[in-house]
């Protein structure tokens, strides 16, 4: 039976049957716990790469740095995602893709098994980029998995599941590891993780069907996806909105104490209604797509970017400004799902969609760096309220670009 990337739509032929092949089905209980295992990896993999925003003074403190340079633990991670993401998915193209899922969950435990033993910022640095690397790879290559392993009716479900692990790392993984980080210490919170990605692993060996790289061994490179004007207008909207949504969600913090006025305890209560508002937007979203797909990226789009304006004018309206966070946190975590979806519409007639995904990977990764970066700039020259309208601005030109270019 073939499997297609993403259903039909009013009727349409599923855009990536080009380049999924036969896949042999397995048992409804069996796909789901396939799936169900991509997006625990998921889960390990965000955690991991934001944990330390949440522990960032005892982090630095813990190797003697400043938090400056404990800051660049994140933002040093995603630019070596945005930069290797393409290349590796290129190198490891040809491999199965279960023993390739198996060894970046292994370098994900090891990862965090040497954050744990680091006692110098060296050391500490080189264990976040051997995860930074896997995680590039594992972008590129879940969502296209996901899709092989269910039926085309369930494909939809099976991308909003991988990308539920986001929601979910934010949720749960870093209040829990944060939490754990001021009781323990935390280098606990790196052994956590380590026995989180460890029985991550565990369980893709035992659900994780044996997939070869591509039904008839042919690869797609990125220089035939990036000549592909569709595929690289789904680009460019990734870095823009993107881009504008880290560059308002770094700074949050800041803007909820001295804009609005919280007292430091609510913050992270409310990031957690945010994550919890993620949840619902990141889940909710396929059944509303596959209404139209065109309709629902623009009016996303454009809840994004309002409720980020919206913010910048609420002032110490405390009640409108929760309600303008769970809004923009649920179109937030819709919009992964719905740029993986363009991202497969466009490679549809490619040979593969893995070379094109390392792109979307890339410039998703690009744009949080380049938000935390920009953000620093304008936070210190502006103050925290110049965030929000700003943020909004850049998204702008994100959704022209869309209106324009977006697939039916």
């Known amino acids: 039976m073939t499997d297609h990337a993403i259903p039909q739509l009013h009727g349409e032929p599923a855009p990536e049957a080009a380049f999924i092949g036969e896949i042999k089905r397995r ?3 069996a796909e789901a716990l396939a799936v169900i295992a991509l997006s625990l990896g998921t889960f390990a993999f965000v955690s991991t790469e934001l944990m330390p925003i949440g522990i960032l003074p005892q982090m630095a403190e813990g190797v003697g740095v400043s938090l400056g340079q404990a800051g660049f633990l994140v933002t040093g991670f995603a630019l070596l995602v ?6 590796l998915t290129a190198v490891t193209r040809r491999w199965n893709r279960k023993w390739m899922m198996l060894s970046l969950l292994l370098a994900c435990t090891l990862g965090n098994v040497l954050t744990y033993f680091a006692d110098n910022y060296a050391v500490l640095l080189a264990s976040r980029l051997i995860v930074a690397a896997a995680i590039g790879i594992f972008w590129s290559t879940a969502a296209s ?18 990308y539920g692990g986001l929601a979910l790392a934010s949720v749960l993984g870093i209040p829990a590891g944060t939490f754990l980080g001021n009781y323990a210490g935390w280098r606990i919170v790196f052994v956590a993780l380590a026995v989180l990605s460890f029985a991550v692993f565990v369980k893709m060996w035992l659900t994780l069907p044996n997939l070869a790289a591509n039904h008839d061994g042919r690869h797609g490179t990125v220089a035939e996806a990036w000549r592909e004007q569709p595929l690289r207008a789904a680009v460019y909207v990734t870095a823009l909105i993107m881009m504008a949504n880290f560059l308002a969600f770094t700074y949050i913090a800041p803007f909820l104490e001295q804009i ?5 305890s609510w913050i992270g209560g409310l990031l957690l209604a945010y994550g919890a508002a993620g949840l619902v937007g990141n889940f909710g979203i396929g059944p509303i797509m596959a209404r139209g797909y065109r309709p629902t990226l623009f009016v996303t789009m454009i809840v994004l970017i309002a409720s980020l304006a919206a913010l910048g004018f609420a002032g110490t309206n405390r009640g409108l400004v929760i309600a303008l966070l769970l809004i923009w946190g649920a179109a937030y975590t819709a ?11 466009a490679a549809a007639h490619l040979n593969g969609a893995e070379a094109p995904s390392s792109l979307y990977v890339s410039a998703y990764n690009g744009a949080i760096a380049a938000g935390a970066l920009v ?3 304008i936070v210190d020259h502006a103050g925290p309220w110049s965030i929000m309208p700003i943020s909004a601005l850049i998204g702008i030109p994100a959704l022209l670009i869309a209106l324009k270019h977006a697939p039916k």
């Open 375 to 377: 953000g620093g700039v």
């Open 335 to 345: 919009l992964p799902v719905l740029m993986q979806t363009w991202v497969f519409k």
């Open 260 to 264: 609005t006025g919280f007292e430091t």
């Open 27 to 29: 048992s409804p209980l």
């Open 82 to 87: 945005a930069i290797a993401a393409t290349p």
């Open 145 to 162: 998995m996901a899709v092989r392993i269910v039926p085309e009716r369930h494909a939809v479900r099976a991308v909003s599941a991988v």
